[in-house]
């Protein structure tokens, strides 16, 4: 699975999905060039070591996020107020890409957590 395969997951969303996810996917890289595109569980995810860091998925009326980490969602509870929660993923907006401030947050956390 590859970077090729992420991109025709992106691809394949109608808009505003498709440019969101694009939005997403360049700052999830900014944040960690070293991450690995790969498709798990049939949505993109990032992947440092062999270790997933950071997850997207598409859904019809909304997206979701997940820093793979139960405990990095619980500890962040504070920033996550006002999203749609579950154990490990939560939801956002179709046309609204995550604070980079946000995502920069938890994939950092997620990395400590996994060295």
Known sequence: MS???????INAQP???RSTLMAMRKTIL?????LEQVIAWK???????????AGLCAFKSHLTFSPQSADVMAAHDKALEGFVTSKSS??????????KALLTKLIKARLKEIK
């Open 90 to 99: 939560f939801q956002f907006d179709v046309d609204k890409p995550l604070p």
């Open 43 to 53: 949505s993109p995810a990032f992947k440092f070591e062999g270790k997933y860091v």
């Open 3 to 9: 970077e090729k395969e992420v991109s025709a997951y």
């Open 30 to 34: 900014e944040i960690e060039p070293r």
């Open 15 to 17: 808009e505003p999905k």
